[in-house]
């Protein structure tokens, strides 16, 4: 029987990266039939929407999905389609490992962290009052009278919700994480010294649950601004990191940043009954149609989408190919060559190749 999969290609860079990656996915020898849909941009031009019932439907029938990058069209009023979809089919965690691989450029060698970022709430909940409506006018009135403290009534708001669920879920989440994958730490990260009602929930469901695992994950806590410097000075201190919605994905492109670039940098949102896996990168548009874009993001995402549907084997054969094209440094793009203006430097669909050979042998 063939695993079912949903294919949205993307748009930007996203049709090249996801194409080169289906191309690396089936080379594995993995019977996978595509079901392929549209979303963001193209399905707004023939459809009239961005997100159409059909992509969250097959999703929802199929249980796992590849996507690739979407644009988020600036003054439509959509936030983005791919926060629309990880809230629409509740894909509360967003888990990105950060790994070198030998022949990437990057300050630090042998990185190995993973973030479970919470996605489903705080300031991407998409609850917000823009300035001057009489709504926001109302609950600056209402603010200043229940605080008894003076707003400036010319402000926008952003509300950050975090709720006992989501974070008892997504910390839960982590440590289930953390034991299944012979990971040793779990660290919290959060700003509970300055938001004390979000943040420090965040943090007091943290340490209630890290309470469960103690013995078998080493818990810890960190603020979420000396994160990010012991980041970039001691990374390999770190391990699993949870984190609420908008420190997650900051840190994630720091993390990024941290072992090569967001070229090579992939990405899964799971939920309790289905999956999305994605790069950590978007649409790139100023990339588009130049067959330029780095594929490894999209491939290694695949890689994590084969585990998920159990298919071990064929994710360790892919990681392996990536490695080692990585590591030969030969068939790689730009952004791997130690000058990214080096005309040695392969597109999209010849890095794919380069793997696809590996993967042959
Ligand atoms: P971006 O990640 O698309 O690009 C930032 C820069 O990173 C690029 O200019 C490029 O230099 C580099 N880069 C990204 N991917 C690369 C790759 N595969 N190979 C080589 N270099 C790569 O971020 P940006 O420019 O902020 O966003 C562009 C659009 O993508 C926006 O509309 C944004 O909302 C959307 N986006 C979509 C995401 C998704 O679909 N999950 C995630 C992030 C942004």
């Known amino acids: 029987m063939p695993h079912k999969i949903t294919l949205i290609p993307g748009d930007g860079i996203g049709y090249e990266v996801s194409h080169a990656a289906v191309r690396c996915i089936e080379a594995c020898g993995v019977d996978i039939q595509w079901d392929s849909v549209l979303a963001g941009q193209d399905a707004l031009e023939k459809t009239g929407e961005l997100l159409p019932q059909n992509v969250l439907d097959s999703i929802k029938k199929n249980k796992v999905a590849l996507k690739g990058p979407l644009t988020t069209p600036i003054g439509t009023g959509f936030r983005s389609v791919n926060v629309a979809i990880r809230q629409a089919l509740d894909l509360f965690a967003c888990v990105r490992p950060a790994k070198t691989y030998p022949g990437v450029k990057s300050r630090f060698k ?27 006018e109302s609950l600056i009135t209402q603010i200043e009278k229940d605080t008894k403290k003076n707003m400036r009534h010319d402000s926008g708001i952003s509300i950050k919700p975090i709720s006992k669920f989501a974070s008892e879920r997504i910390v839960r989440f982590a440590f289930e994480y953390a034991l299944e994958n012979n990971r040793k730490k779990v660290t919290c990260v959060h700003k509970a010294n300055i938001m004390k009602f979000t943040d420090g929930l965040f943090l007091q469901i943290a340490r209630q649950v890290a309470a469960e695992f103690s013995g078998r994950i080493i818990f810890e806590e960190a603020i979420v601004d000396n994160m990010a410097m012991q980041l970039v000075q001691k990374p390999h201190n770190y391990d699993v990191l949870v984190l609420p919605n908008l420190y997650g994905d900051i840190i994630s492109d720091l993390c990024a940043g941290l072992i090569g670039g967001l070229g090579i940098a992939p990405g899964a949102n799971i939920g309790r009954e289905m999956a999305v896996f994605e790069a950590v990168h978007g649409s790139a548009p100023k990339y588009k149609g130049k067959n330029k874009a780095n594929p490894t993001a999209m491939i290694l995402s695949g890689a994590l989408m084969l585990r998920y549907i159990k298919e071990n084997k064929a994710a360790d054969k892919l990681e392996q190919a990536v490695s080692q094209v990585i590591a030969e440094g030969k068939s790689v793009t730009y952004d791997l060559k130690p000058d990214p203006l080096d005309v040695s430097a392969v597109g999209t669909s010849q890095m794919a190749d380069a793997i696809i050979d590996k993967l042959k042998r």
């Open 110 to 136: 042998d990185i190995n962290l993973v973030i479970v970022r919470e996605n489903s709430e705080d300031l991407y909940a998409g609850i917000e009052f823009q300035e001057g409506k009489p709504e926001t």
